[in-house]
């Protein structure tokens, strides 16, 4: 099954909004419109802010992980066999300065090792995490190597005072190109300056207001452009850095890059897929940023996925194909659809189509004339439109001013919107998405060469060298390189008395566990197994294998009633279910089903993740006469003694009464306002067993308060099975965008202090230790050893590390295709007591009891478990599960 799991919005998305007043659009009124309550904007427009999407707002933060799980590795339900066979996984992050709302001293000079350190630029009111007590970061722990990175470093920056200035135009300039195109007309008044289409930076002082006209060539009308003083920013002020990205934004159009969104692309070098009806722009992530001791631009390779059709082409399919219910067929696969158009390079996702609109129709535009969607497309933008009875698309968005807070409609012609991205169906045929791994998944050497390529661009181009000398800044022509270490692989412990350990290698083990007993075996007795009376003779062959290689891992498993059904429909399972389940509760319940629909698997797990409480394996009918029968057999034996409460084996943790709990929150797929928080937490000392909850919330304050009260049931949990409380308590917090951090520091952790405080004080424990961790798998940073990818347990802390945080990036995957995507750290709250080699010691040991594949993970196995159980609950069952599965890895 498809399984694309999205983040949590815990606070909603973080943005960073510059203290001046939002342009106000001019709205258009429509007949469509009023029968909503919304207004319209002329078609095409951006709501608030230029159509760059670079207006007063700026997005510096992005939800966490929405990657993908993968489908049913094999058949075998969420098997992920190989869930490390490609690297590049990552999005995109904005370009801007982080979050602020507490304060740091400005320049600051240090030489505490693992402190602030050397002269940097540090925004006044920055939100500082790393802990007071944290003087040295840095472990030394590993074989110490060298690493390059893809960032450059600024050899020389601005060190003088800039000027801002807020520039209005009057009659609204939607489009920035234009507004852009408008101001430079004055350059010899102004002198040299950057302009985003708002906000303009000087580095002389200009007059406090300066009043200019302007002739807009499209239809000669005069624009009257005023230039307004906002203020000064000396070096260490919050906006500096955001102006080092726009000069750098600046250089991008002088490349001759088109910016698609927030990014930019180069249409030019696109590559071209006619047989799947695709184009691939390559394009670049980029983002100036102040690290430990320098100011450094990280540069990521990206690609923009383009479709050769139109949302006209489709419409023209979905009526062949449907005739009578075209309207339906094409709006089911357009809604939710990201196009871009064309004429002003602008991306909106699809709402609604309006099939009672044409481009025929009329609105009223500014000054009261009365005007054809034809006529305004062909005299705003000189398109023409062909089919003048397609209907209209629709597209929301909030306007961007801080007191605006209707829904403005935006209607959109089909046949001049481009498709971007893949639909389900593309990513369900394996060929295409084989030739797309192709382009986009780049070997480090490759990747290097391109960021290298891109720098020489920058390097030679002379109007960029002519811009960077005018602010007097300077890039290195190599990337960066960076201390880093290699941690020394684990010991696996398994069942079975002597030579029952691994020592693991470059973080795989497949090979190694054929032969290993499971360190944890329940018996299985009493299962049922479900298949449809078409496939009863595949039955028998795989339940004698699957009874031959549980054997062979220690897990007795006894033969189960077998149960035949007429087809595998929902409701016939459901049928079936209800009946068995009625009578009697067994230990599992293993279903074959024919293929990976979505909504046959919803009835089984609701069925017995909620109304019948069991835990419950899928499979698929293609599955039972696999070639590799033996080695799926197996993982699938393994997976189903982890959901009856047992482990296949362990990793040493020196570290006594400790708990680790993993926390992640996925987006209900059927309620736009509703989140699932699931928490994980191990509860025993090897780390084997397991306490689980999930909580549904629309707010950041229900987050909080159930994420605490969950992590206080994990520790009664714990106290059941070692008769006393945990001393220590290490928190995994996945799913935060930058922008969130204060509030998960400030309410998230305050609370879960207050309540354990409450907890342990009244049951007279001794008082207990903690760290929260946010962990961030979305990421444009790369690294490199020799040309190639780093080696699992790869460390780095400290060069590309931030000064006003305890962090540290750990590689602790090999993948097979493409670059590695290393994970993030970020200790935001630690009294443990623990030095950062033990710290980033215990994390690395934490990827390798993911017990769903026989190698290390991206995360530490909690966080990666509460993953996976937000993502079934939030696609598949909407309902948190019953509390009777909560001390098993049912949702494995």
Same mark, same amino acid.
């Given at each position: 099954?498809?399984?694309?799991?999205?983040?949590?919005?815990?606070?909603?998305?973080?943005?960073?909004?510059?203290?001046?007043?939002?342009?106000?659009?001019?709205?258009?009124? @429509?007949?469509?419109?009023?029968?909503?309550?919304?207004?319209?904007?002329?078609?095409?427009?951006?709501?608030?802010?230029?159509?760059?999407?670079?207006?007063?707002?700026?997005?510096?933060?992005?939800?966490?992980?929405?990657?993908?799980?993968?489908?049913?590795?094999?058949?075998?339900?969420?098997?992920?066999?190989?869930?490390?066979?490609?690297?590049?996984?990552?999005?995109?992050?904005?370009?801007?300065?982080?979050?602020?709302?507490?304060?740091?001293?400005?320049?600051?000079?240090?030489?505490?090792?693992?402190?602030?350190?050397?002269?940097?630029?540090?925004?006044?009111?920055?939100?500082?995490?790393?802990?007071?007590?944290?003087?040295?970061?840095?472990?030394?722990?590993?074989?110490?190597?060298?690493?390059?990175?893809?960032?450059?470093?600024?050899?020389?920056?601005?060190?003088?005072?800039?000027?801002?200035?807020?520039?209005?135009?009057?009659?609204?300039?939607?489009?920035?190109?234009?507004?852009?195109?408008?101001?430079?007309?004055?350059?010899?008044?102004?002198?040299?300056?950057?302009?985003?289409?708002?906000?303009?930076?000087?580095?002389?002082?200009?007059?406090?207001?300066?009043?200019?006209?302007?002739?807009?060539?499209?239809?000669?009308? @005069?624009?009257?452009?005023?230039?307004?003083?906002?203020?000064?920013?000396?070096?260490?002020?919050?906006?500096?850095?955001?102006?080092?990205?726009?000069?750098?934004?600046?250089?991008?159009?002088?490349?001759?890059?088109?910016?698609?969104?927030?990014?930019?692309?180069?249409?030019?070098?696109?590559?071209?897929?006619?047989?799947?009806?695709?184009?691939?722009?390559? %394009?670049?992530?980029?983002? =100036?940023?102040?690290?430990?001791?320098?100011?450094?631009?990280?540069?990521?390779?990206?690609?923009?996925?383009?479709?050769?059709?139109?949302?006209?082409?489709?419409?023209?399919?979905?009526?062949?194909?449907?005739?009578?219910?075209?309207?339906?067929?094409?709006?089911?696969?357009?809604?939710?659809?990201?196009?871009?158009?064309?004429?002003?390079?602008?991306?909106?996702?699809?709402?609604?189509?309006?099939?009672?609109?044409?481009?025929?129709?009329?609105?009223?535009? $500014?000054?009261?004339?009365?005007?054809?969607?034809?006529?305004?497309?062909?005299?705003?933008?000189?398109?023409?439109?062909?089919?003048?009875?397609?209907?209209?698309?629709?597209?929301?968005?909030?306007?961007? %001013?801080?007191?605006?807070?209707?829904?403005?409609?935006?209607?959109?012609?089909?046949?001049?919107?481009?498709?971007?991205?893949?639909?389900?169906?593309?990513?369900?045929?394996?060929?295409?998405?084989?030739?797309?791994?192709?382009?986009?998944?780049?070997?480090?050497?490759?990747?290097?060469?391109?960021?290298?390529?891109?720098?020489?661009?920058?390097?030679?181009?002379?109007?960029?060298?002519?811009?960077?000398?005018?602010?007097?800044?300077?890039?290195?022509?190599?990337?960066?390189?960076?201390?880093?270490?290699?941690?020394?692989?684990?010991?696996?412990?398994?069942?079975?008395?002597?030579?029952?350990?691994?020592?693991?290698?470059?973080?795989?083990?497949?090979?190694?566990?054929?032969?290993? @007993?499971?360190?944890?075996?329940?018996?299985?007795?009493?299962?049922?197994?479900?298949?449809?009376?078409?496939?009863?003779?595949?039955?028998?062959?795989?339940?004698?294998?699957?009874?031959?290689?549980? *054997?062979?891992?220690?897990?007795?498993?006894?033969?189960?009633?077998?149960?035949?059904?007429?087809?595998?429909?929902?409701?016939?399972?459901?049928?079936?279910?209800?009946?068995?389940?009625?009578?009697?509760?067994?230990?599992?319940?293993?279903?074959?089903? *024919?293929?990976?629909?979505?909504?046959?698997?919803?009835?089984?797990?609701?069925?017995?993740?909620?109304?019948?409480?069991?835990? *419950?394996?899928?499979?698929?009918?293609?599955?039972?006469?696999?070639?590799? =029968?033996?080695?799926?057999?197996?993982?699938?034996?393994?997976?189903?003694?982890?959901?009856?409460?047992?482990?296949?084996?362990?990793?040493?943790?020196?570290?006594?009464?400790?708990?680790?709990?993993?926390?992640?929150?996925?987006?209900?797929?059927?309620?736009?306002?509703?989140?699932?928080?699931?928490?994980?937490?191990?509860?025993?000392?090897?780390?084997?067993?397991?306490?689980?909850?999930?909580?549904?919330?629309?707010?950041?304050?229900?987050?909080?308060?159930?994420?605490?009260?969950?992590?206080?049931?994990?520790?009664?949990?714990?106290?059941?099975?070692?008769?006393?409380?945990?001393?220590?308590?290490?928190?995994?917090?996945?799913?935060?965008?930058?922008?969130?951090?204060?509030?998960?520091?400030?309410?998230?952790? %305050?609370?879960?202090?207050? $309540?354990?405080?409450?907890m342990y004080k009244n049951e007279k424990k001794p008082p207990y230790k903690m760290a929260f961790i946010i962990v961030t798998k979305r990421l444009n940073t790369r690294f490199f050893y020799n040309k190639g990818n780093p080696?699992? %347990?790869?460390?780095?802390?400290?060069?590309?590390?931030?000064?006003?945080?305890?962090?540290?990036?750990?590689?602790?995957?090999?993948?097979?295709?493409?670059?590695?995507?290393?994970?993030?750290?970020?200790?935001?709250?630690?009294?443990?007591?623990?030095?950062?080699?033990?710290?980033?010691?215990?994390?690395?040991?934490?990827?390798?009891?993911?017990?769903?594949?026989?190698?290390?993970?991206?995360?530490?196995?909690?966080?990666?478990?509460? @993953?996976?159980?937000?993502?079934?609950?939030?696609?598949? =069952?909407?309902?948190?599960?019953?509390?009777?599965?909560?001390?098993?890895?049912?949702?494995?």
């Amino acid at each position: 099954m498809s399984q694309r799991g999205g983040k949590g919005r815990g606070y909603g998305r973080a943005t960073y909004k510059q203290q001046i007043p939002a342009s106000q659009e001019q709205q258009l009124p @429509h007949a469509q419109a009023s029968a909503s309550g919304g207004a319209v904007r002329k078609p095409g427009q951006s709501a608030g802010q230029p159509s760059t999407g670079r207006g007063v707002t700026q997005r510096i933060g992005e939800r966490g992980d929405g990657a993908a799980i993968g489908q049913l590795g094999r058949g075998v339900e969420k098997l992920e066999i190989q869930p490390t066979a490609s690297g590049d996984a990552g999005a995109s992050t904005s370009v801007g300065a982080p979050a602020s709302t507490s304060a740091v001293a400005g320049a600051v000079m240090s030489s505490v090792r693992g402190a602030i350190r050397g002269k940097r630029i540090l925004p006044a009111d920055l939100f500082v995490t790393k802990p007071n007590h944290i003087k040295n970061k840095k472990g030394e722990f590993g074989n110490h190597i060298m690493l390059k990175v893809n960032y450059f470093k600024l050899l020389r920056a601005t060190d003088w005072a800039l000027y801002q200035y807020h520039v209005d135009f009057k009659p609204e300039v939607d489009r920035t190109i234009v507004r852009k195109g408008l101001l430079r007309i004055h350059q010899k008044s102004i002198g040299a300056y950057i302009f985003d289409g708002t906000v303009m930076y000087t580095s002389r002082r200009l007059p406090d207001r300066m009043v200019f006209t302007s002739t807009r060539q499209s239809d000669e009308q @005069h624009i009257t452009i005023t230039v307004r003083i906002v203020g000064d920013m000396l070096v260490g002020d919050a906006q500096y850095l955001q102006f080092f990205n726009i000069i750098m934004r600046k250089c991008f159009d002088h490349l001759k890059l088109k910016l698609v969104g927030r990014n930019y692309f180069d249409p030019q070098n696109k590559i071209l897929m006619r047989d799947c009806k695709l184009e691939l722009w390559p %394009g670049y992530l980029s983002s =100036i940023r102040q690290h430990e001791r320098d100011i450094l631009m990280c540069v990521e390779i990206t690609n923009k996925v383009m479709r050769l059709e139109t949302l006209g082409d489709i419409l023209n399919n979905c009526y062949q194909e449907y005739r009578e219910n075209y309207q339906e067929a094409f709006s089911k696969t357009v809604i939710g659809t990201v196009v871009l158009t064309d004429y002003n390079n602008n991306t909106y996702r699809i709402e609604d189509v309006d099939f009672t609109t044409t481009p025929n129709d009329t609105f009223t535009v $500014k000054n009261g004339d009365k005007i054809t969607y034809v006529d305004y497309y062909k005299r705003k933008y000189g398109v023409n439109i062909s089919n003048r009875r397609q209907p209209m698309l629709v597209t929301r968005s909030k306007t961007k %001013g801080r007191q605006a807070e209707e829904e403005e409609r935006v209607f959109l012609v089909p046949e001049l919107c481009r498709a971007t991205g893949l639909t389900d169906a593309m990513r369900e045929n394996f060929r295409l998405m084989a030739s797309l791994a192709g382009e986009t998944r780049l070997y480090p050497e490759m990747r290097m060469t391109r960021l290298m390529s891109f720098n020489g661009r920058l390097q030679k181009e002379p109007a960029i060298v002519k811009e960077l000398g005018e602010w007097n800044l300077q890039l290195d022509n190599r990337l960066l390189e960076i201390p880093a270490r290699e941690l020394p692989g684990e010991t696996l412990y398994f069942g079975g008395g002597n030579n029952a350990s691994i020592k693991v290698e470059r973080g795989d083990w497949s090979r190694d566990m054929q032969k290993k @007993h499971c360190v944890v075996s329940p018996k299985l007795n009493n299962w049922i197994f479900i298949i449809s009376e078409r496939d009863k003779g595949l039955a028998q062959g795989f339940i004698n294998t699957l009874l031959k290689v549980s *054997s062979g891992i220690s897990f007795h498993v006894e033969e189960p009633m077998k149960q035949y059904i007429p087809d595998d429909r929902p409701g016939t399972i459901n049928e079936r279910l209800e009946r068995i389940l009625s009578q009697q509760i067994p230990q599992l319940v293993f279903c074959v089903v *024919s293929n990976n629909r979505s909504d046959r698997y919803s009835t089984i797990k609701k069925k017995c993740c909620v109304d019948r409480p069991v835990p *419950s394996q899928v499979c698929l009918t293609k599955t039972l006469g696999h070639k590799s =029968i033996m080695s799926i057999a197996t993982k699938i034996a393994i997976q189903m003694n982890c959901k009856l409460g047992g482990a296949p084996w362990h990793v040493e943790i020196p570290i006594g009464g400790l708990m680790a709990i993993g926390f992640d929150v996925c987006h209900d797929t059927t309620l736009k306002d509703k989140d699932f928080g699931a928490t994980v937490a191990t509860v025993d000392r090897y780390m084997t067993k397991y306490f689980s909850a999930v909580n549904a919330h629309t707010n950041g304050e229900e987050l909080s308060n159930e994420l605490s009260d969950n992590i206080c049931r994990a520790v009664q949990a714990y106290n059941s099975v070692n008769k006393n409380f945990p001393e220590r308590i290490v928190i995994y917090r996945d799913g935060v965008g930058e922008g969130q951090v204060p509030q998960v520091l400030e309410q998230e952790v %305050g609370q879960i202090r207050k $309540k354990l405080d409450e907890m342990y004080k009244n049951e007279k424990k001794p008082p207990y230790k903690m760290a929260f961790i946010i962990v961030t798998k979305r990421l444009n940073t790369r690294f490199f050893y020799n040309k190639g990818n780093p080696n699992p %347990g790869t460390v780095v802390d400290d060069v590309i590390t931030s000064p006003i945080k305890y962090d540290f990036f750990i590689v602790s995957q090999k993948v097979r295709q493409g670059t590695v995507t290393p994970t993030a750290y970020n200790v935001v709250y630690d009294n443990l007591g623990l030095d950062p080699d033990k710290m980033q010691r215990l994390t690395y040991k934490l990827t390798h009891m993911y017990y769903n594949c026989t190698n290390t993970v991206r995360v530490p196995a909690p966080c990666h478990y509460a @993953h996976k159980l937000a993502f079934l609950v939030s696609k598949f =069952i909407h309902r948190p599960p019953a509390t009777q599965l909560q001390k098993t890895l049912y949702f494995l």
